[in-house]
């Protein structure tokens, strides 16, 4: 009889989690059809906010590496580190730039959806084929725009400070970055993967607070607050209600994951755990940096080596945070998917005859 209970208990434990999961992902992935590009003039909108992206992210980069300057203890280093990140990404969300590897929270939640009409129908499978690809592409385009970006934006930052005699790092410093971004002489993958984890997690906490703030019914119980109308006014008060309703969850996304990303390596310090994080596009910058301050004077296998390395890790980061995303999603809407060898059948014969599809759109027969 007891058995009987922990089982029922379980099933219900586990029909809510679900629950919950399928409501946080669902207001997620809402955002996700804005990530998936279809038309060549998508695919260059979506290179060009990633463009901006990754000089955003070289001026955050160098504001952080300025900030390791102040030599704090790791707990104040950390708030340090996770605010210059969560602001500066509140502020790239904010002039429209794209993160990349920020997308696969947002678009794993739209892939379910038709993997679920794919169990029934054999056009719907081609169709989550052609979905996959476009994502594929669109994940490419902002990783690509992100990587290349960052790079030469932190160089030029770093020349003022290269100027005036106070380099950024230094070149002791600036060969233990370079060490600590090869893939084959540090844990630089292992710490690309951690990232993948939190960006994982910042897309279920962007989900959690948008799903909070419409079943909580916040926006009516804010317009409604005879208070506030009387210190704002109702049309101010109702902007900033529909404000906080279009932006609460990727508020709450970015600065949670620039406390993550910022307060790891100090948590690593703190614990004595080999605790780092690595993403693609802030170790594009250091790496710029890194050079500068090396006045560019290193061997060519390290410089090839280095470059490889960190565009694995955007691999690793995309990988890891769409995969969990996936599984949670895949999971709370119950999907029970036996089609996957068809699936890859269609993406192998997609690969093989119109491989470039995957990184670039072909042209639209429209035009």
Request: glycine share 8%.
């Amino acid at each position: 009889m007891a058995e009987i209970r922990r089982f029922k208990l379980m099933r219900f434990l586990t029909s809510n989690v679900e629950l919950l999961a399928y409501q946080i992902t669902e207001h997620t992935g809402k955002a996700g059809e804005h990530y998936i590009t279809r038309t060549r003039k998508e695919w260059a909108w979506m290179f060009k906010s990633a463009v901006l992206g990754g000089v955003l992210v070289a001026v955050i980069a160098t504001i952080k590496m300025v900030a390791a300057k102040l030599h704090l203890p790791p707990g104040p280093e950390a708030l340090t580190y996770g605010l210059i990140y969560g602001v500066g990404f509140v502020v790239l969300h904010t002039m429209g730039a794209t993160l990349a590897t920020k997308q696969p929270a947002m678009t794993a939640s739209k892939l379910a959806a038709s993997l679920d009409e794919a169990k029934t129908s054999h056009s719907a499978m081609d169709n989550l084929a052609e979905m996959i690809v476009r994502t594929v592409r669109s994940q490419m385009a902002a990783l690509l725009g992100n990587f290349i970006f960052a790079f030469p934006a932190a160089i030029l930052l770093s020349l003022p400070f290269f100027y005036f005699g106070i380099p950024i790092m230094g070149p002791e410093k600036a060969k233990l970055a370079l060490d600590s971004l090869h893939g084959l002489r540090s844990l630089s993958f292992f710490y690309a993967a951690l990232a993948g984890v939190c960006l994982f997690i910042s897309g279920l906490l962007a989900g959690f607070a948008d799903n909070w703030f419409v079943f909580n019914h916040v926006g009516s119980r804010l317009g409604q607050s005879n208070v506030l109308r009387r210190f704002v006014g109702s049309q101010n008060l109702e902007r900033a209600v529909q404000t906080i309703d279009h932006n609460l969850g990727f508020w709450v996304g970015n600065m949670s994951l620039g406390l993550m990303l910022g307060s790891m390596a100090a948590l690593g310090t703190i614990t004595g755990l080999p605790l780092d994080v690595r993403h693609i596009t802030f170790s594009s910058a250091q790496f710029g940096a890194a050079l500068m301050d090396l006045k560019f004077q290193v061997p060519l296998s390290l410089a090839i080596g280095v470059g490889v390395s960190v565009f694995m890790m955007g691999l690793i980061n995309l990988t890891v945070s769409f995969s969990l995303t996936l599984f949670v999603v895949v999971k709370s809407r119950r999907i029970r998917f036996s089609q996957t060898p068809l699936l890859l059948k269609l993406l192998l014969l997609r690969l093989r005859s119109r491989p470039l599809e995957f990184v670039f759109p072909a042209k639209d027969p429209a035009q």
